[in-house]
């Protein structure tokens, strides 16, 4: 019995030690913290509850974001465009408008016009509280006056020093038919000269003069308001019809006539001609031009030009009209251009879209030149070589 005892003595420490030789990384932790066990169990409790609470915020605040944006678009499509772009920049309108309406000056002018000479005499008489631009509170102005009918020729007055009230009183003539005053415009725009540094512009004033009887002589004031970003050069117009017969490939183009073209002699006039230029996959093929007609801004041509053009084919046909001043002895000069095909936009691709939408018969209509450089680049033309027709 006691033999069993002291057995049983013995063998209780060894169970021991094997609960406690080898204790966990955990356990070690826990019994390095000085804090019973009831509060490490309420920590752990209290840490998970939170970081439960942060992950349902942050899964919230995802979803809020979420339906925001989606309300955003179904409300912004139901926008027309202009009203879109005042909400998404309004900021930036204020700030344009803001420049707008800032105070330039005002300036006086004259404009008298002969009805036998067909001169007009537009005088630059003064200027009244003008905007500083230099560091001192004044300004070195000066004033260039032009037509938009014709931006070649410019006058320019002379500079006055440091002053915000300049007196000019000059006048300058120019040259102008009875017949384009109404779709022409009097520019006057006063200058900040610089010596060292580009000329900063104060301000114009704008006259379209079919908005003036001009059978009695004008003299007043005007706002100077802020200069256009880039005045628009009126090239001039063409008009000329299409008709395209996919069973014989012919493609058919009349060159009827022209107006309002661009002045590019000395005289006023020009002396224009039209090139017709078939381009097939951004290379130029075949061209074909009118005769000259001399000293006219409106000539008329009704020369007819043919094509052959298999319709496989019509889809990568670019058909570029361009109108020329001739000239016999320097190089002539191109006034402007235009071209339709699948790859044009507006009105030259309309006019091209029903050509095609009907066959057989001639579609007429009028078309703005165009800048040379422009439509140039809308082509991007590849180098010139002749291509054959395929199949051929």
């Given at each position: 019995m006691a033999n069993k005892m002291s057995s049983n003595i013995t063998t209780a420490p060894s169970a021991a030690a094997l609960t406690t030789a080898k204790p966990g990384f955990v356990d070690d932790i826990i019994n390095k913290i000085p804090?019973?066990?009831w509060a490490l169990i309420v920590i752990a409790i209290a840490a998970g509850l939170l970081l439960i609470l942060f992950l349902i915020c942050i899964i919230k605040c995802c979803c809020c974001k979420k339906k925001h944006k989606k309300k955003e678009k179904l409300n912004l499509q139901n926008i027309n465009g202009s009203t879109t772009a005042s909400l998404v920049q309004p900021d930036m309108e204020d700030l344009e408008s803001g420049l707008e309406n800032e105070k330039r000056g005002r300036l006086q002018y004259s404009l008298e016009y002969n009805f036998r000479s067909q001169e007009m005499k537009v005088g630059v008489k003064q200027a009244a509280d003008l905007k500083a631009m230099d560091s001192g509170g004044t300004s070195d102005p000066y004033v260039i006056v032009y037509l938009t009918s014709d931006m070649r020729k410019k006058y320019e007055s002379k500079v006055y020093r440091k002053t915000l009230?300049?007196?000019?009183?000059?006048t300058f003539t120019f040259q102008i038919p009875q017949a384009e005053m109404s779709e022409s415009t009097l520019v006057m725009q006063i200058y900040d000269f610089n010596r060292f540094a580009k000329h900063n512009i104060i301000g114009e004033v704008?006259?379209?003069?079919?908005?003036?009887?001009?059978?009695?002589?004008?003299?007043?004031?005007?706002?100077?308001t802020a200069a256009s970003k880039r005045e628009q050069e009126r090239l001039g117009e063409i008009c000329f019809s299409l008709r395209y017969i996919p069973s014989t490939s012919k493609l058919t183009v009349v060159i009827l006539e022209a107006k309002k073209l661009k002045r590019m002699d000395s005289s006023g006039l020009s002396d224009p001609f039209v090139k017709v230029q078939l381009i097939l996959n951004k290379k130029k093929w075949k061209k074909k031009k009118t005769?000259?007609?001399?000293?006219?801004?409106?000539?008329?041509?009704?020369?007819?030009?043919?094509?052959?053009?298999?319709f496989n084919q019509i889809q990568n046909i670019d058909l570029v009209i361009s109108v020329w001043d001739h000239d016999k002895v320097t190089k002539n000069q191109q006034i402007g251009k235009v071209f339709l095909g699948c790859r044009a936009t507006g009105n030259q691709l309309r006019h091209w879209s029903d050509m095609l939408a009907n066959p057989r018969r001639p579609i007429a209509q009028w078309h703005s030149l165009q800048l040379v450089e422009e439509v140039d680049n809308a082509l991007g033309l590849k180098s010139h070589f002749k291509l054959p027709l395929p199949g051929k």
């Open positions: 804090l019973p066990k009230n300049p007196v000019f009183n000059e704008r006259l379209p003069l079919g908005d003036f009887d001009l059978q009695h002589v004008i003299e007043q004031w005007q706002e100077l005769g000259v007609k001399k000293s006219t801004l409106s000539p008329y041509f009704n020369e007819a030009f043919n094509f052959e053009v298999p």
